[in-house]
């Protein structure tokens, strides 16, 4: 990001340079023009010193030590080496939580990838209401998670939520489901409310990669005698490989550092059995104020979420230079 | 913008760089100072803290403070913090080494928040407990000094609906086997016979405490056969469905809704919720010590509450913070924190007043007399020993996990 943002500062100042009608002779410009250069990337190092790397190195230097309530005060905190790390490896919820993050992240992903290319594909065609329709599918983006969240606890009650209500009047379910309430359900139900979630995130992007697409294509491939499904399958899909990318990729860095979702619906219980990294971090470091550990997770977190932006800009440069 | 491109003896703007530069550096410094508080400022101007973010605590301990403030001659300025982000917030302040002068903090954390060395010893500083009880004198003690002291405590007792009772029949129960046929014959669809809380953190630790300990148990070996006793009879109200498999997601504010809404004859709750049930008129109710496994024994229940406690700053500062704990202590002032708050005194003669004067408040008066503060067994460890028994609970009552390899897992867990 941040070389990004020096390059597009850099710019500018080189084109100053180059150009014929600027003042006095050529070195005192180039001069200045270095100057300003520097001037205009400070900013963005400052930035990105302050708020990302200082923190960071923060996070992963707590990593390290017995970070205690004491800590905060005296400042004193013992390096420990890796033990933060062996302690998480061999917690009894760790090897849970690590499945839970991956099927709570897969699970999200596929689904609200397909059902939002389902609705991004059905209001591409134009049809009476069809904007007003395509807005109001953005609602669950808009509203705080903490009020659909809440809603949400409510559908999903054992007892009194509507859900279950549904479910036994049309004779789906014999018995009410506990939905929040089980170790076998509470996964299914967080990540269910996830997807509901980012099917709007999905539906925007993929609906903007489909009005990319020529609609030639389209005509001429009919008067191929192309089918629907064949079209889909060999215009849509790969035209939307770029976008699909990014929805890909993005959703799963959002995905994985799902919060407030599990937090509002179970706090990642009952018994561990919703708990995903996040939560766990945060279990860790504020329910038993073991911080040193709640900061290894988290670091063990960032590690994965920089794993995969690095597969995400190495694709994305290939395709790039492909492109060219 | 326009009018300074067009001077082209000056292409790039230097005061416009400068101008960009002193705000990042403002922002930086602005980053680093965001904790600064009020240490080492004028003494007559205090800052307080606490998590009561609901009525009638939010607004009635405000109005007690300011009382104390003008006995003391000082200014309180007061913040008022959610419950999940207090404990942050107060960490955060101690880094920054700027801790309130008043904090009214949840006993179990009292010993963490003491071994920083961040709070003034009130032991030292001169205050006294006598006529206090032992018990909520202890909860906020570390290492033998008095660091936070409550002027009112609270705990845990059973709640029924009379009206339930009367049309089954029935009689308040006063052991555990009578709690189990009571709460089985008390559930008709949509009520069940008891709620209770068991939520997967400290919150539902407390709630099974109070049968954790009456049975015998010890949070130093929590799969003791006392323990495994304890963890039997919340298993068997589940399984048996007198009471909802939901347990495991409600927080006591829930287990009060479900009470209010008639949908469990009876519940464990706290003296905290009686504002709430006393306004709705045609609740009727009333409130026993919690069951206990046999007739002879005594309920063991948990000290709930917060106790006050003083940051460090300067010696004039903490002299006057020291005073105005003094006087939130006093017989006045804590007879009306504790009878709107729905607390029980510390003071044990105010709290025996309270429990004649006030038959809704007797079963709780009745326990603080055994009352065990949470901290005394473990000390600063526990958080991590709450956590583990909140985990063993949940996945014995929603995991169809046996209490005893539930509660076998957790030692080992706690011991980790």
């Given amino acids: 990001m941040s070389t990004t943002a020096a390059r597009a500062a850099l710019r500018p100042a080189g084109r100053t340079d180059g150009s014929p009608q600027a003042g006095p002779t050529g070195n005192h410009r180039r001069h200045r023009a270095r100057w300003a250069a ?9 930035y990105v010193a302050g708020f990302y790397l200082y923190p960071l190195a923060g996070s992963i230097r707590m990593g390290f030590q017995n970070y205690t309530v004491s800590s905060f005060y005296t400042g004193v905190a013992p390096y420990v080496g890796w033990a933060n790390y062996t302690a998480v490896l061999h917690d009894s919820h760790f090897g849970r939580t690590v499945l839970n993050t991956a099927l709570f992240t897969a699970g999200s992903l596929v689904f609200q990838f397909a059902i939002g290319l389902a609705l991004a594909v059905f209001f591409n065609r134009r049809f009476p209401l069809g904007g007003p329709l395509r807005s109001l599918l953005l609602v669950p983006w808009l509203l705080p998670l903490v009020v659909s969240g809440t809603a949400w606890r409510w559908i999903l009650d054992t007892d009194s939520g509507v859900l279950n209500h549904v479910l036994l009047q049309l004779h789906l379910a014999s018995h009410p489901i506990p939905w929040l309430a089980s170790t076998h359900d509470s996964l299914i139900a967080v990540t269910l409310v996830n997807i509901w979630v980012g099917i709007p995130f999905n539906m925007v992007i993929l609906y903007g990669g489909l009005q990319a697409i020529p609609g030639e294509l389209y005509e001429a491939a009919a ?69 040193g550990r709640g900061a290894a997770v988290g670091n063990l977190l960032i590690l994965v979420a920089v794993v995969f932006a690095a597969v995400y800009l190495r694709s994305t440069r290939e395709q790039r230079q492909a492109g060219r | 913008m326009p009018s300074r491109r067009s001077r082209p003896s000056h292409p790039i703007a230097r005061p416009g760089t400068a101008a960009v530069l002193a705000a990042a550096g403002a922002l930086l410094l602005a980053a680093c100072g965001t904790g600064s508080g009020g240490s080492g400022g004028d003494a007559g101007s205090l800052t307080e803290m606490d998590y009561y973010d609901a009525a009638p605590q939010n607004t009635q301990l405000p109005a007690i403070l300011d009382e104390c403030a003008t006995q003391v001659g000082v200014k309180i300025k007061h913040q008022q913090v959610p419950r999940d982000q207090f404990l942050p917030k107060l960490l955060q302040q101690a880094s920054a080494r700027s801790l ?13 928040l003491a071994a920083t060395g961040g709070l003034v010893s009130l032991s030292k500083a001169g205050l006294t407990t006598s006529g206090l009880y032992p018990s909520i004198v202890a909860a906020g003690q570390y290492q033998g000094q008095t660091y936070g002291i409550a002027p009112g405590v609270n705990g845990l007792a059973l709640y029924y609906n009379k009206d339930a009772f009367t049309q089954a029949g029935l009689q308040p129960p006063a052991t555990w086997q009578e709690l189990k046929t009571d709460a089985k014959k008390l559930t008709q669809s949509p009520r069940y016979g008891l709620a209770f809380s068991a939520v997967g953190n400290e919150e539902g630790t407390f709630q099974f405490e109070p049968f954790f300990w009456t049975a015998g148990a010890d949070l130093k070996q929590l799969d003791s056969p006392q323990a495994v006793q304890a963890l039997s009879l919340w298993k068997d109200l589940v399984g048996s469905g007198a009471a909802s498999k939901s347990v495991v997601t409600w ?24 504002p709430t049930l006393n306004a709705k008129k045609d609740l009727h109710f009333g409130v ?27 010696a004039a500062r903490e002299a006057n913070a020291v005073k105005v704990v003094k006087c939130l202590l006093g017989h006045d002032e804590s007879a009306t924190w504790a009878k709107d708050a729905g607390y029980i005194p510390s003071n044990q003669q105010a709290a025996a007043q309270l429990a004649t004067s006030d038959p809704q408040m007797a079963a709780f008066v009745q326990e603080v007399a055994t009352a065990r503060a949470r901290t005394t067994e473990l000390g600063t460890a526990y958080p ?19 209490p005893k390899a539930a509660l076998s897992q957790a030692q080992s867990a706690a011991k980790n």
């Fill in chain 1, 223 to 291: 008067l191929d005698g192309a089918n629907a499904w064949h079209r889909f399958r060999h215009i849509t899909l790969p035209l939307l490989r770029p976008v699909t990318a990014v929805v890909l990729t993005l959703g799963l860095i959002y995905t994985i550092k799902v919060f407030d979702v599990i937090m509002i619906l179970t706090q990642g219980g009952p018994a561990g059995s919703s708990q995903t990294l996040t939560t766990f971090a945060y279990n860790l470091s504020f329910q038993q104020l073991l911080f």
């Fill in chain 2, 100 to 112: 309130p002068d008043l904090a009214l903090i949840d006993n179990p954390d009292l010993q963490q």
């Fill in chain 2, 251 to 274: 927080t006591q504010a829930d287990v009060n809704d479900q009470f209010l809404a008639g949908n469990a004859a009876m519940m464990v709750n706290g003296p905290w919720q009686l």
């Fill in chain 1, 38 to 46: 520097v001037a205009f990337v400070v900013p963005a190092w400052l």
């Fill in chain 2, 288 to 314: 026993v010590p919690i069951p206990v496994p046999a007739a002879s024994a005594k309920p063991v229940t948990p000290l709930g509450g917060e106790v006050w406690t003083v940051g460090h700053s300067n």
């Fill in chain 2, 384 to 402: 991590k020993v709450s956590q583990a028994l909140a985990d063993a609970i949940q996945s014995a009552l929603a995991g169809g996990k046996d």
